[in-house]
């Protein structure tokens, strides 16, 4: 090696090494980019590594079907501008602006849908050595504002400890790369809006300060339905939560090297009104009642009526105290019972229980005269704070009650109240007998007994008739006339408190209207034992009446949208109006009918608890393009997305209404039909026509032959992948020509998929596309079982370039080719004949065989032969001629 070439390879290798690192780069953001038509929209472009001047010019284009360019503009050539864009250029519609000496950024001013696409940043060489990337492509991609937002609470009023549900539908059109976000927000008075909880853009779940703990506590949870509704649910709302709440979804893209940084590109903020939560201290009533005078021995029985909103929600803390007569002194505490129902303080001559959730019972039992005094009831309602336990929402002490224990006579008064009353028949009816100024009663019971009376309380003559009734012991006694009803459950007879009794009419029927009475019978101990009867007092009369009223349904339906072309959807509403139903719930029924009052199918249904189910729309492709859907009180919307040929006729809408039963059980009350709503557009497709080719008709047995069935279009063709073809063959075998029976062979649909028919297993057969129009059928190893008839069928499919829908188009049926199998006279007789020439050649070599055989069993040891002798010759000639 030579000592000069040795001392440059050092040098060389730096060369190299400094020319590769300093190598030209051109960057731009890592695509694609998404934004929203009408912003404003920048992308930057870097240049580094590069030789030459440090200011360096770029060029930006946008590229084009073929690897053409569309000249955009050029930071050193005016005339590099493209003159379709030029007027947006001079507008400043599309501009750049230098961001430093190796820097640039290309700007829209408002990026148009048009404007999607891949973009390339240039720079001209002005490197030494041409090495590294002179220009970069970017896609763009730009979709329209589709982002929608609707809300809605279904109860803006709320009681304390109730929960507040916050419901979002928010909804986009589809596009790739984007991702959906939904925060909803508080403003409390004129404070600013504060955030409770965002979901999204990736399914994180990111909590406000102020509700970070609530939402550890459970007290904030997602209501996750899917199809664009989002909820959000506030347990155990509190008067801190009343104010006015938002719902803002946004629209995000991932941007950076690796999509980490996420760039919001749409918003929309929709307010959902004025959440009011009342607080429990507002509404918490309570109040005692009972008798107030007693007898010595008596047992003091005071009632603690306790009554707020949302009051199964609490637990409660009672205490029962009492004062002298007089109101002196401090209140004594009688008893304590803890929110969680345990005794903290009391005796045992004091007793306390639970009648119902807002009824709480005092019992003093064998009172004396000490015991006389302001008696009240002082309630803590406590409410549950997520998992933090409990906090006191309201504390509210009664009225006083005073009690005097003295020697009184029993009395006592009764009213009766009709609290509801039937407006249509099958309504229930409930009435209420009450006994009030109870006194001196004692150990005494109370009974009661109902009747009724068919005419009004100002008839001569006014006849009774006993309900039911309920004895000293509680036991009910049913009156002959209403035995069945009671034992039903038609008719419940309850005592609801000690001094209230309830008689229900769970259906009431137009014989039920007429006068009722109640009589309350005071029961004594008799000194023999048992009890005697102390006192009757009968109520006024209570009317119930109504006037019967039939039930009427109208159905009118009216065009939302028009189907005008194949492919395009068709919307209808029908809207329901009901008088004289009682909470009538409605079922839908969309029928349609190919012609006016012709033979009607059932496309799909709405129940009464709002159940949809497909009923005679069975196409497989087809199950997501009919929409049901309720969109008012009494409205209902039907959509039929993609109408097709075969979709044209008239639409309607059949509407029941239901009433429930006591068992809470749907029945039917009347049907109503809308009138009929027209699909009828034109056929503009292209035509298509088919038909049947065979290269043979008569083949022989064994043979293969090939059918093709041929699909040929009249008018306007349409682009390749733009039509499709459902091919079905069938064959009329020959003993079936006259009969008309027909046996399907194979199909192939509009994807290529191809099915056997499992009926048809004897023919050997197989189908092919040959090209876009050509389908062809092969018989192999034909027989005499593939003669016959053989056609084809094909329904064509158009793809709309609108809306990127497939549209079904009308059936074709070929023409038929008859197929035969020939059999030739000596292709019929050469198998015979072989058979035959077979079976003589064995024939005559058995015989043979069998001859020899016998032939020298017989003849090889016969006795009666004698050999000849040698020496003697005339023997010998004797023999000879023997033999």
Avoid at 642 to 665: I, N
């Amino acid at each position: 090696m030579d000592k000069r070439t040795g001392q440059f390879q050092p040098f060389i290798l730096l060369i190299a090494l400094v020319v590769f690192c300093e190598s030209r780069v051109v960057k731009v953001p890592v695509g694609p980019l998404v934004h929203v038509e009408g912003q404003a929209v920048s992308i930057r472009c870097d240049v580094s590594e590069y030789e030459g001047p440090r200011d360096q010019e770029f060029e930006w284009s946008k590229l084009l079907a073929g690897e053409q360019q569309l000249q955009l503009i050029s930071t050193f050539d005016s005339a590099y501008t493209d003159l379709s864009v030029k007027d947006r250029v001079e507008n400043s519609d599309i501009s750049y602006r230098k961001l430093g000496d190796a820097a640039v950024e290309l700007k829209f001013k408002k990026v148009r849908a048009t404007d999607s696409g891949v973009y390339r940043c240039s720079t001209p060489s002005t490197d030494s050595v041409i090495s590294g990337n002179y220009n970069a492509n970017v896609e763009l991609k730009v979709i329209g504002d589709n982002l929608k937002v609707a809300t809605a609470i279904p109860k803006p009023t709320v009681f304390e400890g109730e929960s507040v549900e916050l419901y979002c539908n928010a909804t986009r059109g589809f596009t790739e790369h984007t991702f959906l976000s939904v925060t909803w927000s508080i403003r409390k008075g004129k404070n600013p809006l504060e955030e409770i909880l965002a979901f999204g853009p990736d399914d994180k779940i990111v909590v406000g300060n102020n509700y970070i703990q609530q939402y550890s506590d459970s007290g904030l949870q997602l209501d996750l339905r899917g199809g664009g509704f989002y909820g959000l649910v506030l347990k155990g709302a509190k008067p801190t939560d009343q104010g006015e709440y938002t719902c803002t979804a946004r629209e995000w893209v991932r941007q950076g090297e690796e999509g980490r940084i996420w760039q919001k590109i749409l918003e929309r903020t929709e307010e959902m009104g004025k959440v009011v939560v009342t607080p429990t201290a507002q509404s918490l009533v309570v109040a005692v009642e009972k008798n107030t005078t007693l007898n010595v021995e008596d047992t003091l029985n005071l009632t603690c009526k306790v009554s707020a909103n949302g009051l199964p929600n609490f637990s409660l803390e009672v205490m029962w105290m009492v004062k002298s007569v007089d109101g002196s002194g401090s209140p004594r505490v009688l008893i304590h019972i803890g929110r969680d129902g345990l005794l903290q303080n009391g005796s045992e001559s004091v007793g306390v229980s639970r009648i119902n959730a807002g009824n709480l019972r005092l019992l003093l039992h064998k009172v004396e005269v000490s015991d006389s005094g302001l008696y009240s009831c002082l309630v803590k309602a406590w409410l549950p704070q997520g998992n933090r336990g409990w906090y006191q929402a309201a504390e509210k002490i009664s009225d006083p009650v005073q009690v005097l224990v003295t020697h009184l006579e029993p009395q006592f008064k009764v009213t009766l109240e009709a609290p509801l009353t039937p407006l249509f028949t099958s309504d229930p009816t409930e009435l209420r007998c009450q006994v009030t100024d109870l006194l001196n009663l004692q150990d005494g019971r109370l009974g009661v007994s109902w009747s009724y009376s068919s005419n009004t309380p100002g008839d001569v003559s006014q006849k009774k008739s006993p309900i039911a009734s309920l004895n000293e012991d509680g036991a009910l006694m049913a009156g002959s006339e209403y035995q069945q009803r009671l034992e039903r459950g038609d008719i419940a007879v309850s005592r609801r408190e000690p001094n209230i009794f309830i008689l229900r009419v769970l259906q009431t029927r137009d014989a039920d209207m007429g006068s009722y009475f109640c009589t309350v019978t005071a029961w004594t101990p008799a000194r023999q034992g048992g009890w005697k009867k102390a006192k009757d007092v009968q109520s006024t009369p209570v009317i119930v009446q109504w006037s019967p009223k039939i039930s009427v349904l109208r159905v009118a339906a009216h065009r939302v949208r028009e189907a005008s072309t194949g492919g395009s959807t068709f919307e209808m509403s029908c809207q329901v109006t009901g008088q004289n139903l009682q909470n009538p719930g409605y079922s839908v029924l969309i029928r349609f009918e190919e012609t006016l009052g012709g033979k009607s199918r059932k496309v799909l249904s709405l129940s009464p608890d709002s159940v949809l189910q497909l009923e005679e729309w069975s196409e497989p492709s087809r199950i997501d393009s009919v929409v049901l859907e309720k969109t008012g009180q009494l409205e209902y919307r039907f959509r039929l997305y993609g109408a097709q040929f075969s979709d044209r006729g008239f639409y309607y809408c059949d509407v029941t209404a239901w009433t429930r039963d006591q068992s809470q059980d749907w029945i039917k009350a009347v049907s109503a039909e809308s009138n009929k709503i027209k699909i009828a557009f034109a056929d503009t497709g292209p035509v298509f026509n088919i038909s049947i080719h065979s290269g043979a008709n008569k083949v022989l047995p064994g043979e293969t032959v090939k059918m093709k069935c041929i699909m040929s279009t009249l008018g306007t063709t349409p682009n390749n992948g733009d039509v499709a073809f459902d091919v079905r063959w069938f064959q009329r075998p020959q003993w079936a020509v006259d009969n008309g029976g027909i046996t399907p062979l194979i199909s192939m649909d509009r994807l290529g998929v191809v099915k056997k028919t499992v009926s048809n297993d004897s023919t050997q057969c197989s189908l092919e596309r040959t090209d876009l129009q050509t389908f062809v059928l092969s018989v192999h190893k034909t027989q005499d079982r593939d003669v016959g008839e053989y056609y084809c069928t094909a329904t064509p499919w158009l793809l709309s370039p609108a809306t990127g829908a497939w549209t079904k188009g009308q059936d074709l049926t070929s023409a038929g080719v008859l197929l035969s199998v020939k059999i030739e006279l000596w292709e019929s007789l050469k198998m015979p004949v072989g058979y035959g020439v077979v079976a003589a050649v064995i024939a005559g070599l058995l015989s043979v065989l069998l001859g020899l055989a016998v032939a020298h069993c017989c003849f090889s040891k016969n006795p009666m032969h004698t050999p000849r002798p040698r020496n003697q010759k005339l023997p010998k000639l004797m023999d000879l001629e023997m033999d």
